[in-house]
């Protein structure tokens, strides 16, 4: 049972434009939410995070919209760079099993010039 | 530099064979996990340790085993690999006794169990 989806396995989007990647749970105790990148031959890198009790984080060109009553969740980057191609994941915790991390299948982004 | 390190990187082995990959962080980390990634089920966590001698399940855990001796070493042994185990396995460690602080994952080791 696939507690976290991402029902896009890839993604292709115009350098400069904006990317958005989807994330959906069904686990409602899931209170902690995370996106992390990564490269051929190499491992996830962390890329920003979100807790339940926000609905929006930002860092820079990255943006993550969490929303709980849909259990969705979505990562935006504008505008998109082609260092931005490689694979995503999105993953959660729950509060009472914060030593545990559930991944979702990963999304591959391709930027294209 | 602040690294988590796996050896081997590559492994093709046999059936039955037992085998150890090794995982060793230099940030002097609380955490550490083991994930395993397969296609179209990303990843999927293994065993996780807290501290020193804290070990528990992840969500596969089974056919594997994991020890946590000393801070920075999280070894991971397959006593009886089978083919099902053949995968890409990621090491990863973090500060803290949660998830809820950034990870830092190794390069990878991919095995494959003849």
């Known amino acids: 049972d696939q507690q976290v989806k991402q029902n896009s396995p890839s993604l292709s989007v115009q350098e400069g434009r904006i990317s958005i990647l989807n994330c959906d749970y069904t686990?409602?105790?899931?209170?902690?939410f995370l996106w992390y990148k990564k490269y051929p031959a190499e491992g996830p890198t962390f890329l920003i995070s979100?807790?339940?009790?926000?609905d929006k984080n930002e860092d820079g060109r990255f943006t993550v919209f969490l929303n709980k009553s849909a259990k969705h969740l979505s990562l935006h980057i504008v505008p998109s760079q082609p260092g931005d191609s490689a694979v995503y994941f999105c993953?959660?915790?729950?509060?009472?099993?914060?030593?545990?991390?559930?991944f979702g299948q990963g999304t591959r982004l391709t930027i294209n010039p | 530099e602040a690294q988590v390190t796996q050896n081997p990187r590559y492994l093709i082995t046999v059936t039955g064979k037992k085998l150890t990959v090794t995982c060793s962080q230099n940030?002097?980390?609380?955490?550490m996990s083991w994930y395993r990634q397969d296609p179209g089920l990303g990843l999927r966590q293994i065993y996780y340790?807290?501290?020193?001698?804290?070990?528990d399940k992840g969500d596969v855990p089974e056919g594997y085993k994991v020890s946590r001796k000393e801070k920075r070493n999280f070894p991971l042994i397959l006593e009886s690999p089978s083919p099902n185990q053949t995968s890409l396995y990621f090491c990863?460690?973090?500060?803290?006794?949660?998830?809820?602080?950034?990870?830092?994952f190794g390069p990878g080791t991919r095995l494959t169990v003849l």
């Open positions: 990863a460690s973090s500060r803290g006794g949660t998830v809820y602080n950034e990870q830092f």
């Open positions: 993953a959660a915790s729950a509060r009472q099993g914060a030593q545990k991390l559930v």
């Open positions: 340790s807290m501290n020193v001698e804290v070990t």
């Open positions: 686990n409602s105790m899931f209170d902690y």
């Open positions: 940030m002097n980390h609380e955490y």
């Open positions: 979100i807790s339940s009790i926000k």
